[in-house]
């Protein structure tokens, strides 16, 4: 992206960038999440993972999910 990509002026005025992907879990089970951080002015807020539920129109994050060891 560059300057005077629309996304990227949004981005700055927001002073934030959101974005998604999709990936399929083949298996039941726990599954691990890694994330790398490459570029050290880059703070990671939230990670919502939507796992299959229809979510109502409005509903922005899910509950918080506990794991117990």
């Known amino acids: 992206m560059n ?3 629309r996304r ?3 981005n700055v005025l927001c002073n934030a960038a ?4 999709v990936h399929s879990v083949t298996r039941p089970g726990l599954h691990t999440l890694k994330i ?6 880059i703070v ?3 990670i919502a993972a939507e796992t299959g539920g229809a979510t109502e ?3 922005v994050w899910p509950a ?3 794991i117990r060891h």
Do not use: R
């Open 3 to 5: 300057e005077t990509d």
């Open 8 to 10: 990227w002026q949004e």
């Open 18 to 21: 959101l974005t998604s992907s």
């Open 36 to 41: 790398w951080m490459v570029d050290p002015g």
């Open 44 to 46: 990671l807020d939230t």
């Open 57 to 59: 129109l409005g509903y």
């Open 64 to 66: 918080e999910t506990t």
